[in-house]
């Protein structure tokens, strides 16, 4: 029964990252053509730091104005987090949390204010040690991300922030035997809007 379910969790992983890939690619094509005509008016790409957010702790984000029109846009971003801590205990056991969160957004307001509504996968790499066995275990985690929340992003360029909800979906993880485990986040940024 425990196989069969980890093969299933696996497949449905699987079937989550083909998904998001999917829509990454062709979410940008069932857009008219408009959105072509004021693309070229804003800046588009940011750089920006998350604290909590997709990735977990704290990211470092690049942020991408994929498309724009005059009351929306779709952004995509990737970012990376490290973190690392050591137990205190004799042998110093060590726990490392490695991600890359990656997300596609839906931007909706004006001006310099948006609503943002935005769908991401977050692969986290974990590193922790094993209670029984005095071992690191090592695994792989896939983490939907959902993401409800506010953008100030100003189209000639500059300070950029944003803040949302940013619930999280774990799935299969060893550390809670398997049972999926809704996570709700949040996520507090600012960065710069890069001026060409």
């Known amino acids: ?15 989550l990252y083909y998904l998001f890939l999917v829509l990454i690619f062709t979410i940008p094509a069932t857009f008219p053509a408009k959105a072509q005509q004021t693309q070229e008016q804003i800046h588009r790409n940011s750089i920006f730091l998350e604290l909590a957010g997709n990735g977990g702790f704290y990211s470092i984000n690049y942020d991408h104005i994929l498309l724009s029109a005059d009351n929306w846009r779709l952004a995509g971003r990737a970012g990376a987090m490290y973190y690392s801590t ?17 997300e596609v957004s839906y931007l909706r307001g004006r ?21 029984d066995v005095m071992m690191q275990k090592k695994e792989i985690v896939l983490l939907p991300v959902g993401r409800l929340g506010y953008r100030y992003q100003q189209r000639k360029g500059g300070m950029f922030y944003k803040a949302g909800f940013t619930p999280m979906a774990q799935f299969n993880n060893e550390r809670n035997l398997g049972r999926s485990k809704f996570l709700p986040w949040f996520g507090l940024a600012v960065g710069y809007t890069l001026k060409k």
């Not at 050591?86 to 990656?102: M, N, Y």
């Open 111 to 131: 001006g310099d204010h948006f609503m943002e509504l935005g769908i991401g996968l977050t692969p986290l790499y974990q590193e922790y040690p094993e209670q």
């Open 1 to 15: 029964m425990g196989i069969l379910l980890q093969n299933r969790l696996h497949t449905f992983r699987r079937g």
């Open 86 to 102: 050591v137990s205190g205990g004799v042998k110093g056991e060590r726990t490392v949390w490695l991600a890359a969160p990656l």
